[in-house]
C-alpha cells in the first residue's frame, strides 16, 4: 500500500532515522549505475553516422530533460499533498525538488546549446521544445524566488504550492511540444506507442544514464529533506530558545523541537 | 450578494481614481514605453510597422504589472482582506470583482487607446483594429494571471519585483497568441479567427484559474 507507506513516514523522526539508513545505498548504487553508464556512453557506445562524437551530449542531455520534467512532477505531487492532504513532510520534498529540478533543466539547456552549436549552427533558436524549457527554467527561478521570499515556513510552503500547480500547465506543453508544433527540435523517439526509433547501441547506455542519474536525484532529493528538516529544528529551537531568554520564568517545554517540522 | 459585489467594485474604481491610486497610471507608462521603443529602434517607420502589434503587446504585459502588487496588499494592511475573508460572499467572486476593477482601470484603457498608440508606430487601419480586439479578449488573461502572484505576495513587504518574476512566464502564452492573432490579421497563413479564439479561451480559462487559486493563496496566506 503506497498511501500507508507514504503515511509510516509522516513523522519526520521515523524518515530521519530510515532515510539515514537508506541513503549510503542510494548514494552508492547511484555513482555505480552513473559511472557505469558514463563508461557505455563515452566509450563503448558507437558513434552516430551523422552526428559523430557530439551525439554522446545526448546521454546527459536526454535524462536531464527527463528529470526537468519529473521533478516538476514531484513537485506538484507534493504541492496536492500541501495543500489537499495536509502531510507534514510533502512541503519538504517540495523544498528539496527544487533547486534539484532547476538544476537539471540548466544542464538540459547548456547541454542543449553545445550539442546545437555544431549540428544546427547556432547555440540557441526560438522553438518551441527550447522555449517551452526555458519558460520551465524560469518557473523553477520564480519557485525559489517565492521559497527564500516568505520567512515563515508553513506560510510559504502553502503559497509556494499554489504557484506550483498553477506552473504545472507549462509540462504537457514541454512534452507535446514537438509534436504539436513542427520546428527544428526532433520528435520524440525513445518514449513513442510504436516503440523506440533509436538503435539498441545507443538506447542501452542512455537508459542507464537515465537510471543512474534519477537515482542521483533521488539521492540529493532524500538528502535535501534531511537537511531541510534539520534545519528547521534549528529554527525551531532557536525561536524556543529566543522566547525563553526573553522570559525566563517559562521552562522549555519538555522534548521541545523533536517535531521537527517548524513551530505549529 | 449582487449588491456588496457591485460595492466592492465602486469602491476599488473610487481608490484607483484617488490620489495614491493607480488608476490611468498604467495608460501614461503604455505612452512612455511607445514612446521610447522608437528612440532605441529608430524612426524606421517601416520596421515599426512590422513590429508594432507586438510593441503594444509587450507594453501591454508591463503596464499590466502597474498596481498589481498592490491589488490585494493595501486590503491585508488595512485589515478589510480579513473583512472579505469572513463575509457571506465567496472569495473567488470578491477576487473576480477585484480582478475587473483592476482590468477595468488598466486593461481596458490601454485595448481603447491603442489605436491612438498604434498611429505612433504607423500602424494600418485594420491593423490598430485588430490589435484593439486582440487587447481587449487577452489582457483579462494578464490581470488574472497576475492576480495570482498579487495574492502570493500580498504579506510581503517588498513584493513588487517577486511578483513580476512569479508572473511573467505564465503571462507568455497569452502573449504569443496575443501578437500572433494581430499579426494574422494583417495577413499571413493562418486565419485571424484561430488565435484569437485560443487567446480568448486563455483568458476565460485565467479568470477561472486566477479566482480559485488567489483565493487559495490569500486564504493561506493570512
Known amino acids: 500500500m503506497p498511501t500507508s507507506l507514504l503515511w509510516g513516514l509522516a513523522n519526520p523522526t521515523r524518515f530521519m532515522a530510515l532515510s539515514a539508513r537508506v541513503l549510503p545505498w542510494m548514494a552508492g548504487v547511484s555513482a555505480i549505475v552513473t559511472a557505469t553508464g558514463l563508461y557505455l556512453a563515452l566509450f563503448s557506445s558507437p558513434t552516430d553516422y551523422q552526428q559523430g562524437e557530439t551525439v554522446r551530449i545526448m546521454y546527459i542531455h536526454v535524462p536531464a530533460a527527463w528529470l526537468a520534467l519529473a521533478l516538476y512532477t514531484i513537485m506538484s505531487a507534493s504541492a496536492l499533498g500541501t495543500l489537499v492532504w495536509r502531510h507534514p513532510l510533502a512541503d519538504v520534498s517540495q523544498k528539496a525538488a527544487a533547486p534539484i529540478g532547476a538544476a537539471f533543466t540548466l544542464l538540459c539547456l547548456v547541454t542543449g546549446s553545445l550539442w546545437g552549436k555544431p549540428m544546427w549552427g547556432t547555440w540557441w533558436v526560438w522553438d518551441a521544445r527550447l522555449t517551452s524549457v526555458l519558460v520551465l527554467f524560469l518557473i523553477y527561478l520564480g519557485i525559489l524566488a517565492l521559497w527564500r521570499a516568505i520567512e515563515e515556513p508553513g506560510q510559504a510552503a502553502r503559497a509556494v504550492a499554489i504557484l506550483t500547480l498553477v506552473g504545472f500547465v507549462n509540462i504537457p506543453i514541454v512534452k507535446f511540444s514537438v509534436d504539436w508544433w513542427n520546428t527544428l527540435h526532433q520528435p520524440a523517439s525513445v518514449i513513442r506507442m510504436d516503440g523506440a526509433t533509436i538503435d539498441a547501441s545507443m538506447l542501452w547506455p542512455l537508459f542507464m544514464m537515465a537510471i543512474g542519474l534519477t537515482l542521483l536525484a533521488l539521492t540529493l532529493h532524500v538528502s535535501g529533506m534531511r537537511s531541510e528538516i534539520l534545519a528547521r529544528r534549528v529554527r525551531s529551537l532557536t525561536l524556543k530558545a529566543a522566547d525563553q531568554s526573553a522570559d525566563h520564568r517559562r521552562p522549555l517545554p519538555l522534548g521541545a523541537g523533536s517535531a521537527g517540522a517548524g513551530p505549529a | ?222
Open chain 2, 1 to 222: 450578494m449582487m449588491a456588496a459585489l457591485r460595492a466592492l467594485l465602486v469602491r476599488d474604481l473610487k481608490l484607483a481614481a484617488r490620489v495614491g491610486g493607480s488608476g490611468l497610471l498604467g495608460v501614461v507608462f503604455f505612452l512612455m514605453l511607445v514612446t521610447l521603443i522608437p528612440f532605441a529602434l529608430g524612426p524606421d517607420l517601416n520596421l515599426l510597422r512590422r513590429i508594432g502589434p507586438a510593441i503594444l503587446w509587450i507594453a501591454a504585459v508591463l503596464a499590466t504589472l502597474i498596481g498589481l502588487d498592490r491589488l490585494f496588499q493595501g486590503d491585508e494592511e488595512d485589515g478589510s482582506l480579513d473583512l472579505m475573508l469572513m463575509s457571506q460572499v465567496p472569495l473567488e467572486l470578491t477576487v473576480v470583482v477585484k480582478g475587473f476593477a483592476h482590468w477595468l482601470t488598466t486593461g481596458f484603457p490601454l485595448a481603447l487607446l491603442s489605436p491612438l498608440f498604434g498611429l505612433l508606430l504607423a500602424q494600418e487601419p485594420d491593423a490598430m483594429l485588430s490589435v484593439m480586439a486582440t487587447l481587449m479578449v487577452g489582457t483579462p488573461a494578464l490581470t488574472f494571471i497576475g492576480g495570482i502572484g498579487a495574492a502570493l505576495t500580498a504579506t510581503l513587504p517588498r513584493g513588487g519585483l517577486i511578483l513580476a518574476v512569479l508572473v511573467l512566464p505564465l503571462m507568455i502564452p497569452t502573449l504569443i497568441f496575443g501578437v500572433s492573432a494581430a499579426q494574422a490579421a494583417l495577413g499571413g497563413t493562418v486565419p485571424f479567427l484561430t488565435p484569437f479564439l485560443v487567446l480568448a479561451a486563455l483568458s476565460l480559462v485565467a479568470i477561472v484559474t486566477g479566482a480559485v487559486a488567489s483565493a487559495a493563496a490569500l486564504r493561506g496566506g493570512g
